[in-house]
């Protein structure tokens, strides 16, 4: 019986060792190689970060008090390093756009320049692209509506404001689609720049247009996985696909 025992507790030592193996193999060969901190924890921060209206020192703040020693500056390169790869995972897995492309420009201040973030989002409110650019002549329209027709099926219907920008773009690139110019008719694209203006105000304005980009690729990723019209389904429903969306989550940060 002893031999026994003994044979139980030392396959389980044995499995367990395996296991720390298989798991610091993970880490060493994988996206995390060479980090010091877990990637469960990298990932945690990361989500907060583009999820929630928090800076890098609030992040800090919240895992120390779980234990978590990290800093600010830490946290700031891990949204950097890993919030585009985690983006692009997302938009790869993404089910797919509507038909009907609201798109919309509104200017941004960086450094005392003015800027304009471009957006295009379709009849469920997703973010379809966002994009930073100088100008909103018809080149820049131009140049945005490429972006939107690369890897992505051609509108059946895209509304805009009356920029005569768009008109242009219209005619040289999707002159099939219906374009649609009617007062309130692009609300939906106004509006969907809230949440961007939110976080902008919370970090005191983008430093760079660099910076800009990368934040508002990652953040339209993220806000489109967690925005789930929780006003209109159930608590049931709104629950499954909540459990969805950080299934996709692990998904894209694994």
């Known amino acids: 019986a002893c031999g026994d025992l003994m044979d139980c507790e030392a396959n389980r030592i044995l499995e367990d060792a395996m296991h720390v193996q298989s798991i610091i193999a993970k880490i060493l060969t994988?996206?995390?190689?060479?980090?010091?901190?877990?990637?469960?924890?990298?990932q945690y921060a990361v989500w907060i970060y583009y999820r929630f209206n928090l800076g890098h020192r609030?992040?800090?703040?919240?895992?120390?008090?779980?234990?978590?020693?990290?800093?600010?500056?830490?946290?700031?390169?891990?949204?950097?390093?890993?919030?585009?790869?985690?983006?692009?995972r997302l938009k790869r897995s993404h089910r797919g756009f509507g038909d009907t492309f609201y798109i919309d420009?509104?200017?941004?201040?960086?450094?005392?320049?003015?800027?304009?973030?471009?957006?295009?989002?379709?009849?469920d409110g997703e973010a379809i692209d966002v994009f930073v650019q100088?100008?909103?002549?018809?080149?820049?329209?131009?140049?945005?509506?490429?972006?939107?027709?690369?890897?992505?099926?051609k509108p059946r219907k895209?509304?805009?404001?009356?920029?005569?920008?768009?008109?242009?773009?219209?005619r040289d690139l999707i002159p099939d689609a219906v374009h649609e110019t009617?007062?309130?008719?692009?609300?939906?694209?106004?509006?969907?720049?809230?949440?961007?203006?939110?976080?902008?105000?919370?970090?005191?304005?983008f430093k760079s247009i660099q910076q800009a980009q990368r934040f508002v690729n990652v953040h339209s990723a993220v806000h489109n996985l967690f925005n789930l019209g929780r006003h209109l389904v159930s608590a049931k429903n709104y629950r499954f696909f909540r459990s969805r969306a950080f299934s996709t989550w692990n998904y894209a940060a694994a």
């Not at 609030?58 to 390093?81: F, H, K, P, Q």
């Not at 200017?107 to 379709?122: E, H, M, N, P, S």
């Not at 895209?158 to 219209?170: F, M």
């Open 105 to 123: 420009e509104v200017f941004i201040k960086i450094q005392g320049t003015q800027y304009y973030l471009w957006r295009a989002v379709d009849q």
């Open 158 to 170: 895209i509304v805009t404001d009356k920029l005569k920008s768009y008109g242009v773009a219209h």
């Open 182 to 205: 009617g007062q309130y008719s692009n609300n939906r694209a106004e509006l969907s720049h809230q949440p961007t203006r939110v976080r902008e105000r919370g970090m005191r304005r």
């Open 58 to 88: 609030d992040i800090e703040d919240l895992l120390a008090e779980r234990g978590i020693t990290v800093s600010y500056e830490s946290i700031r390169l891990w949204c950097n390093e890993f919030g585009p790869h985690y983006a692009r």
């Open 134 to 153: 100088r100008r909103r002549d018809s080149t820049a329209a131009k140049k945005f509506f490429k972006r939107l027709l690369t890897h992505r099926h």
């Open 30 to 42: 994988g996206l995390y190689k060479r980090y010091r901190f877990p990637p469960e924890i990298i």
